[in-house]
């Protein structure tokens, strides 16, 4: 469900509501020297200013989010600062709204952006991408929730869902209803809700059988509401996720691949992805603008 879920993080953590694209600047103003073979493919203007801009929109943890002293932390922070020492340069972090990437990207205000984007082939017509990880579906329960575990769409037939308005999976879950007719079982009951936060209280109150939560932060979530739900089932289908560049900085794009290539080799990216417990989300390649949409 991409971004959606960060309604719900945001609401149970207290986030700090951020103002679109202030800035978080690196405490060392001191460029690293870089690896030669990523040095090589910077564009010209950030390897003269030795800056890379990089918006985020941090209520989204563990991929990005504030800790209680004002510093971003989490793997999109940690990975994109490590991608960052592999271009010999230093990273200016901006904050933003999630729905202001891709504007703030053609205007130029800042000159990449990380904060768990899915990759769809539509979005080639405005950005470029590279894929650094990979996302899926899990199903959350109440806790005492009897039965076998939800690993189908098939699974939720005469099932509540509950789901964030606009999520990806709408369309999927739809289908699923129909199918659901089709074949003699009781349609899916989708719940849409304005957020995140309002599709789990939900279920949490007894009003909704489950909800649907991406896996990058489903454990996050479930440890925050203590025993009150569990993760019971995963859906099929995979949904990758980007570093999101400029339609036309292919040449950082590819930089920013390279860069990615070199922290996997050295064992960096895998410690980084561990670190956030979010090793069912690493990959291992990041093509430029793969031509995928997500798994059904």
């Known amino acids: 469900m991409a971004r959606f879920v960060k309604s719900l993080s945001l609401v149970l953590l207290c986030a700090t509501a951020l103002s679109a694209c202030s800035s978080d600047l690196v405490a060392d103003d001191s460029a690293p020297a870089g690896n030669p073979k990523v040095v090589a493919l910077l564009p010209d203007d950030i390897a003269k200013s030795k800056t890379l801009r990089v918006m985020t929109d941090p209520t989204y943890p563990p991929l990005e989010s504030v800790d209680g002293s004002g510093k971003m932390v989490g793997s999109d922070v ?15 972090w901006k904050r933003g709204s999630f729905s202001g990437i891709i504007p703030g990207l053609a205007s130029g205000r800042f000159d990449a952006s990380i904060a768990g984007m899915y990759i769809t082939e539509d979005k080639f017509t405005s950005v470029t991408m590279v894929q650094y990880a990979e996302a899926f579906d899990q199903m959350l329960v109440p806790v005492d929730h009897q039965g076998p575990e939800l690993n189908s769409y098939a699974a939720l037939c005469g099932m509540s869902v509950t789901i964030p308005q606009g999520s990806t999976e709408i369309p999927l879950l739809k289908d699923a209803s129909r199918e659901c007719r089709a074949g003699g079982e009781p349609a899916v009951d989708i ?53 999101t560049v400029a339609k036309e900085s292919k040449d950082l794009a590819e930089a920013v691949s390279k860069a990615l290539q070199e922290l996997r080799k050295s064992g960096e990216y895998d410690r980084i992805m561990a670190k956030w417990k979010l090793g069912d989300s690493a990959v291992d390649a990041f093509p430029v603008n793969p031509k995928s949409a997500p798994a059904a």
């Open 78 to 92: 940690d990975l994109m600062n490590s991608v960052a020492e592999e271009m010999g340069v230093k990273v200016e």
């Open 191 to 243: 719940k849409q809700f304005e957020n995140a936060n309002n599709a789990l209280l939900a279920v949490t109150s007894d009003r909704a059988d489950t909800a649907l939560v991406t896996n990058v932060n489903a454990d996050y979530v479930v440890g925050k509401l203590k025993a009150d739900v569990k993760v019971h089932g995963r859906l099929p289908g995979v949904f990758p996720m980007g570093i």
